[in-house]
Structure formats: structure tokens, C-alpha cells
């Protein structure tokens, strides 16, 4: 089978799949926010990057927010599962950074956008609850915690990681091992069992 008619096969059959089009055009997405920015891409863009004409981009997203905000919470979702094989704080700084680096743009653009877009701010929150969520369940001391300081954790965890990820500190000589270093203490204190006193 040639490679143009694989081509076709393939388009027939994620045509009868709207979810796999529907995370076709999400995965592309993610690829050209991280390439071009926000405001650069086009959703003509997206479609023929996943393989599609343009048109099929509006069959499955109102605009370029919407399909923004399923990158997102496709990307929260990836982060959350790579952070719960972790074992120890060291690597869930180093899991943090891979993420919050490989995806700056977007983040970026969640910010940016959280200011003027109701929806952004709305689904911003919704993920910081199931990150809390996420800690109630994982962290055997976080029933101590209320929901209040465990939700001002994950805010300062996110703006942290974000201002490492983009070199964003006061001190732009930080290496990239000093960067994890300092978020591994930042998740013990945060995070880590509370102290017993003597």
C-alpha cells in the first residue's frame, strides 16, 4: 500500500473516530503553541498539522481557546501521571521541570489569557482543586492540611515551577541543577511530612 492511499485509510478511519480526531487536533495543537506561540497560531494551522483540512477544526472546538484548554488539561493530566510514579521529592522537582520547560508557550498563554477569559481562569482553577484532590489522597499527612493552605501550596508550586522553567528568578546564573535542587527543598518544606517536635 502506497503511502498516499495510507494516508486516506488513515483519515477514513479517525473520521468515523471523533475522539482520535479530536486528540489528533489537541496533540497538533500542543506542537504549534509550543512552536509559534498562542497568538501566532492559526486553527488552519492545527488542522493540516494533524492531518486535516481546516474546516474539521471547528467541527470539534468553538475557537482557538477551547482547544487551548483541552491542551491543557491534556497536559495537567500527563504531569499528574508522570508525578505519581515518582519516588522521592528529587525527582518529582526533576519530573516538574521537564513538563513546566517542554510546554512554556502554554503555559504562558494560560496566564496571559487567565486575565481577560473567564473560562481560562475557571478551568486554571478546576485543575489546582484536582491537584489538591490528587495530595488528599497521595500524601498520608495532607488530611491535617486544609483545603485553603493545601490550594495556596499548589498556586505557589505552580508560579515556582513556571519562574524556574523560564529562568525567571532574581539569580540568572541558577543552574539547572541548582533550579532542581531548590525546588526539591521548596516540595519538602511544602509538601513533606510536618516536623515532629522534640
Known amino acids: 500500500m502506497d503511502a498516499a492511499t495510507n494516508h486516506v485509510i488513515r483519515k477514513i478511519g479517525l473520521r468515523r473516530n471523533p475522539a482520535a480526531t479530536r486528540a489528533a487536533l489537541v496533540c497538533a495543537a500542543r506542537q504549534e503553541f509550543e512552536e509559534c506561540g498562542f497568538d501566532a497560531t492559526q486553527s488552519s494551522s492545527i488542522a493540516r498539522r494533524a492531518g486535516y483540512a481546516p474546516q474539521t477544526f471547528y467541527r470539534h472546538f468553538a475557537d ?7 491542551a491543557y488539561a491534556d497536559w495537567h493530566a500527563d504531569e499528574q501521571h508522570a508525578i505519581s510514579t515518582v519516588g522521592d521529592a528529587r525527582e518529582a522537582a526533576r519530573v516538574l521541570l521537564r513538563y513546566h520547560r517542554a510546554s512554556m508557550k502554554l503555559r504562558q498563554a494560560l496566564r496571559t489569557l487567565s486575565i481577560t477569559e473567564e473560562r481560562v481562569r475557571a478551568a ?17 499527612h495532607a488530611g491535617e ?5 493545601l490550594l495556596r501550596s499548589v498556586l505557589l508550586l505552580e508560579r515556582t515551577v513556571d519562574a524556574y522553567a523560564e529562568d525567571d528568578l532574581a539569580d540568572p546564573n541558577t543552574s539547572p541543577d541548582q533550579a532542581e ?8 518544606q511544602e509538601f513533606g511530612p510536618p516536623s515532629q517536635a522534640a
Do not use: F, N, W
Open 64 to 70: 482557538k481557546v477551547d482547544i487551548l484548554l483541552a
Open 124 to 140: 486554571r482553577a478546576k485543575s489546582r482543586m484536582r491537584s489538591v484532590a490528587y495530595l488528599r489522597t497521595h500524601l498520608p
Open 145 to 149: 492540611l486544609g483545603e485553603a493552605q
Open 181 to 188: 535542587q531548590r525546588l526539591c527543598v521548596y516540595l519538602q
